[in-house]
């Protein structure tokens, strides 16, 4: 995580630090973020990429995903968290390009 909140951080024209992300919206939407708002459904091909030990994506929100996403797909990245991305950044690339480009592999 700390490797994450780095590469967020940037060095501003007047040798500053500041966030790549915005704080304010972040915080102020907090509770908008962490919800669920549903809409849909949507039926077009959804993906879902979750980390083996990340607590997000749990089996009572299985019903509810695909209520909302009826045509998704879910992939388990074994070995990491939340953070899958900078875990196993290639694993979840070529994952994502799979889902993107079916047969071109």
Do not use: C
Request: proline share 5%; charged share 20%; no cysteine.
């Amino acid at each position: 995580m700390t490797q994450f909140l780095l590469k967020s951080l940037y060095k501003t024209d007047h040798g500053h630090y500041d966030w790549r992300f915005n704080i304010d919206n972040l915080y102020h939407g907090y509770r908008d973020i962490m919800g669920w708002t549903a809409f849909g459904p949507y039926s077009g091909p959804t993906l879902f990429v979750k980390g083996q030990n990340s607590e997000y994506i749990q089996s009572e929100h299985r019903d509810t995903i695909v209520a909302q996403f009826p045509h998704s797909k879910a992939h388990m990245v074994a070995g990491t968290g939340h953070w899958l991305h900078a875990e196993k950044p290639a694993v979840v690339a070529s994952v994502i390009e799979r889902f993107l480009m079916p047969g071109e592999r």
